[in-house]
């Protein structure tokens, strides 16, 4: 089963930065392949990467997303693995909500959001996804 991973560790000045703009304990989020590979977009890593992450639950929350298929995840980070991190989107969504995001870069949220198939992933902060994907287990919805 696919589960999203969500950064609560204290991290350093970026990840304070990231929670305090968004009011949330999350500054970084990442989709755990059932063999135990991280997936996501990462700062840290220069963009679309996968690697095995220790599953500390002192430094990560997870939340099963049992609608998600392997399979699936797998083909995105085949396309997408190596694309750079997408600082645009930071600025032009995240820090100014205009909706600007490159189209060939990805930041944590929304490469889980655009997995997750939300519209508009670029919108996606670790907190809203994390409110999604909450709303979505409780209502049973199986997907997006």
């Known amino acids: 089963m696919i589960r ?4 609560k560790a204290p991290g350093d000045t ?20 059932p063999d135990g590979r991280f ?14 992450i220790d599953q500390d639950p002192a430094v990560w929350d997870f939340l099963s997303l049992p609608w998600i298929q392997p399979a ?3 083909q995105l980070l085949e ?15 995240q820090i100014l909500p205009a909706g600007i995001q490159s189209r ?8 889980c959001a655009h997995v997750l198939d939300l519209e508009q992933p670029q919108r996606y902060s670790p907190r809203q996804l994390t409110e999604a994907v909450h709303w979505a287990l409780r209502l ?5």
Do not use: M
């Open 72 to 74: 699936h995840v797998e």
């Open 140 to 144: 049973g919805i199986t997907e997006f």
């Open 104 to 111: 060939s870069r990805w930041f944590c949220s929304e490469f």
């Open 14 to 33: 970026y990840d304070r930065l990231i929670r305090a703009w968004t009011r949330s304990p999350y500054s970084h989020c990442e989709l755990v392949l």
């Open 39 to 52: 997936v996501t977009s990462s700062p840290r890593d220069g963009g679309v990467r996968a690697k095995v």
């Open 79 to 93: 396309q997408e693995a190596g694309a750079g991190y997408d600082w645009l989107g930071i600025l032009g969504s």
């Open 4 to 7: 999203l991973a969500l950064y």
